[in-house]
């Protein structure tokens, strides 16, 4: 399994951290709550997960942007596409598809924060119901507003790490 030293370090604003990879960094949004450690996330808590969290796979909007250059998995997003948020459903931190009558996000967004979402292996093996869903890496605001939990930075510094990520990479969140 390969490994790539790529991380992402708070500075001092609460919702705010530097994303490194090799051969690059970024300015990076993280939590509205800041970064807790992953045994103390809770789901809808705000928080981003310490850690170190494989890279998954990838989903992009095939019809606002091209495919995205990248060793890792990539699938185009398709409009029914979501993400059970739902603790006491099985499919909890799974993707689904839509109409699910259950708790979910939705991943076909109106707005460009989810044009590119990068799968983080954060709760899935195995899924433990509460302890958080849906840990993405995926396209910062323009303002850079923190996240629900996730990391986010902009489309060409998402797109420039891609391009240097290998399958069996993982992304740190050191505090």
């Given at each position: 399994m390969a490994y790539s030293p790529t991380s992402v370090s708070p500075f001092n604003a609460v919702g705010s951290g530097i994303l490194r990879w090799p051969g690059g960094q970024a300015r990076c949004a993280l939590g509205r709550s800041g970064v807790t450690p992953?045994?103390?996330?809770?789901?809808?808590?705000?928080?981003?997960?310490?850690?170190?969290?494989?890279?998954?796979?990838?989903?992009?909007?095939?019809?606002?942007?091209?495919?995205?250059?990248?060793?890792?998995?990539?699938?185009?997003?398709?409009?029914?596409?979501?993400?059970?948020?739902?603790?006491?459903?099985?499919?909890?931190?799974?993707?689904?598809?839509?109409?699910?009558?259950?708790?979910?996000?939705?991943?076909?967004?109106?707005?460009?924060?989810?044009?590119?979402?990068?799968?983080?292996?954060?709760?899935?093996?195995?899924?433990?119901?509460?302890?958080?869903?849906?840990?993405?890496?995926?396209?910062?605001?323009?303002?850079?507003?923190?996240?629900?939990?996730?990391?986010?930075?902009?489309?060409?510094?998402?797109?420039?790490?891609?391009?240097?990520?290998?399958?069996?990479?993982?992304?740190?969140?050191?505090?």
């Amino acid at each position: 399994m390969a490994y790539s030293p790529t991380s992402v370090s708070p500075f001092n604003a609460v919702g705010s951290g530097i994303l490194r990879w090799p051969g690059g960094q970024a300015r990076c949004a993280l939590g509205r709550s800041g970064v807790t450690p992953a045994g103390a996330k809770r789901e809808g808590d705000g928080a981003t997960p310490l850690g170190a969290w494989p890279i998954r796979q990838v989903f992009w909007r095939a019809d606002r942007l091209e495919r995205p250059e990248t060793a890792l998995p990539v699938d185009a997003l398709i409009p029914e596409a979501g993400w059970c948020d739902d603790p006491a459903n099985p499919l909890y931190n799974c993707p689904v598809l839509l109409p699910f009558a259950h708790s979910h996000e939705k991943l076909w967004r109106d707005d460009h924060v989810y044009d590119l979402i990068v799968v983080l292996g954060y709760n899935d093996a195995p899924v433990e119901p509460g302890k958080g869903s849906a840990i993405f890496l995926h396209v910062a605001r323009e303002d850079f507003s923190p996240t629900e939990g996730c990391v986010a930075c902009a489309l060409p510094d998402l797109l420039a790490l891609l391009k240097a990520a290998k399958v069996g990479d993982v992304l740190e969140i050191t505090a």
